[in-house]
């Protein structure tokens, strides 16, 4: 049976399209994350009612807005009150931009944890495997690891002040992502 050229140039238009959706599903599959996106998928510069349509009921108003926040150009205006890493308890806190009212930073934070160093290197480890290898930066000493991704900046903190009467704590803090710099890199 004769059929119109038309008909072929179609199935062979329909067949190409097929095999390049076809080819093309592994590369979608291992696209990297999305630029411009942290932390559970949340993007940068979001409102807030934008993170709590993303996170639902799991995140809650902040009334106390954090102290050291009031008098800079960002405010804590959600929380989620208790997020569990690594077996302990933690707060993360949504920073927003006073300027632009958009999402400029998440932080994770446990405060007085019983073993500092033991929960710094399980949370290390952790993040290592999914996100590599941590830079390292000069002079920031042992308790500090950063991850310098495409899609964010994660910088985990262990600080302990308890010898001089003050809290200890460990922070996770995920960033937009930039560029780390050093004083090397002056030179």
Same mark, same amino acid.
């Given at each position: @049976?004769?059929?119109?050229?038309?008909?072929?140039?179609?199935?062979?238009? @329909?067949? #190409?399209?097929?095999?390049?959706?076809?080819?093309?599903?592994?590369?979608?599959?291992?696209?990297? /994350?999305?630029?411009?996106?942290? =932390?559970?998928?949340?993007? =940068?510069?979001?409102?807030?009612?934008?993170?709590?349509?993303?996170?639902?009921?799991?995140?809650?108003?902040?009334?106390?807005?954090? /102290?050291?926040? %009031?008098?800079?150009? %960002?405010?804590?205006?959600?929380?989620?009150?208790?997020?569990? #890493?690594?077996?302990?308890?933690?707060?993360?806190?949504?920073?927003?931009? +006073?300027?632009?009212?958009? *999402?400029?930073?998440?932080? @994770?934070?446990?405060?007085?944890?019983?073993?500092?160093?033991?929960?710094?290197?399980?949370?290390?480890?952790? *993040?290592?495997?999914?996100?590599?290898?941590?830079? +390292?930066?000069?002079?920031?000493? /042992?308790?500090?690891?950063? =991850? %310098?991704?495409?899609?964010?900046?994660?910088? !985990?903190?262990? $600080?302990?002040?308890?010898?001089?009467?003050?809290?200890?704590?460990?922070?996770? =803090?995920?960033?937009?992502?930039? $560029?780390?710099?050093?004083?090397?890199?002056? !030179?």
């Amino acid at each position: @049976m004769n059929r119109p050229p038309v008909f072929h140039f179609t199935a062979s238009i @329909m067949t #190409l399209i097929c095999c390049l959706l076809f080819c093309s599903i592994p590369y979608i599959q291992a696209s990297p /994350p999305q630029p411009g996106r942290g =932390w559970r998928g949340i993007p =940068w510069g979001a409102s807030e009612a934008e993170v709590i349509r993303i996170l639902g009921n799991e995140v809650v108003k902040n009334p106390e807005f954090g /102290p050291e926040f %009031n008098k800079s150009n %960002n405010y804590i205006p959600l929380k989620i009150p208790q997020y569990t #890493l690594s077996g302990e308890p933690f707060i993360v806190y949504f920073v927003f931009d +006073r300027r632009t009212s958009g *999402l400029a930073a998440i932080r @994770m934070q446990k405060y007085n944890p019983a073993d500092i160093i033991r929960l710094f290197d399980s949370l290390e480890r952790l *993040l290592t495997g999914k996100y590599g290898q941590p830079e +390292r930066i000069p002079g920031t000493g /042992p308790r500090k690891a950063v =991850w %310098n991704l495409q899609e964010m900046l994660i910088t !985990l903190v262990a $600080t302990d002040h308890s010898s001089i009467g003050l809290s200890k704590d460990i922070c996770i =803090w995920y960033n937009p992502p930039r $560029t780390i710099r050093s004083d090397t890199d002056k !030179l």
